[in-house]
């Protein structure tokens, strides 16, 4: 059974930073390609960064510089590190695990920019 658990979430001012984290079990976590999605309230969920089972990542245009995702395949844990941040961050923020046809989700952490 997949079980994701994110953490890390909480309220921060404007140009302040934190760090989601989030544990994965039931899985062969090295197998799985994983990405962070985050969803404001009245808005779709969106992607904002993924890595691959290489290492390879990618973020959403409005991220880029201030997002840093990675990877310990040793701890089965994904990594969202968040500086510069700004109130268009807030949003719940969801760890997805993927690998063909599996597709997992966690159950969300807060993130709340305001000053």
């Known amino acids: 059974q997949v079980q994701l658990v994110e953490s890390g979430g909480g309220l921060v001012q404007p140009g302040g930073s934190l760090r989601l984290s989030c544990a994965a079990s039931?899985?062969?976590?090295?197998?799985?390609?994983m990405a962070w999605y985050r969803q404001a309230p009245g808005k779709q969920r969106e992607l904002v960064a993924s890595?691959?089972?290489?290492?390879?990542?990618n973020y959403r245009d409005t991220v880029k510089g201030r997002f840093t995702i990675s990877r310990d395949n040793a701890k089965n844990t994904v990594y969202l590190q968040m500086n510069s941040l700004k109130p268009e961050d807030t949003a719940v923020y969801y760890c997805?695990?993927?690998?063909?046809?599996?597709?997992?989700w966690g159950q969300g952490t807060q993130v709340t920019v305001s000053s």
């Open positions: 039931g899985i062969i976590f090295s197998t799985y390609f």
């Open positions: 890595i691959s089972t290489s290492g390879t990542t």
């Open positions: 997805n695990a993927a690998r063909f046809p599996a597709n997992a």
